[in-house]
Nanobody, 124 residues
């Protein structure tokens, strides 16, 4: 079992930065691939970024590549998402998720554990 708690959301102007954090409970955090997803009002939840458990390989959606950076600290059971050059279209609730799947999971169905989400609002 893994429990996830996100923090760090807020209101920021376009072009600004925010850093999200996710703290995980459980002793086997290092064996989970961690991901960030987001859901804007009226839209489907979408994959944003992931970091694989075995080698910390990172991967991103095209919409955030080059602007967002995912990282993890297995000693502290945390995963972060540094978001730079934010745009109004980045406005969404951001969710942290954990997956035991091999490879580079991107689908919601590949993630078995989810946090409650944190709101990010980017004003124009």
């Amino acid at each position: 079992q893994v429990q996830l708690v996100e923090s760090g959301g807020g209101l920021v102007q376009a072009g600004g930065s925010l850093r999200l954090s996710c703290v995980a409970s459980g002793r086997t955090f290092s064996r989970y691939t961690m991901g960030w997803f987001r859901q804007a009002p009226g839209k489907e939840r979408e994959f944003v970024a992931g970091i694989r458990w075995s080698d910390s390989k990172t991967y991103y959606s095209d919409s955030v590549k080059g602007r967002f950076t995912i990282s993890r600290d297995n000693a502290k059971n945390t995963v972060g998402l540094q978001m730079n050059s934010l745009k109004p279209e980045d406005t969404a609730v951001y969710y942290c998720a954990a997956s035991i799947r091999l490879g580079l999971p991107r689908a919601q169905s590949e993630y078995g554990y989810w946090g409650q989400g944190t709101q990010v609002t980017v004003s124009s």
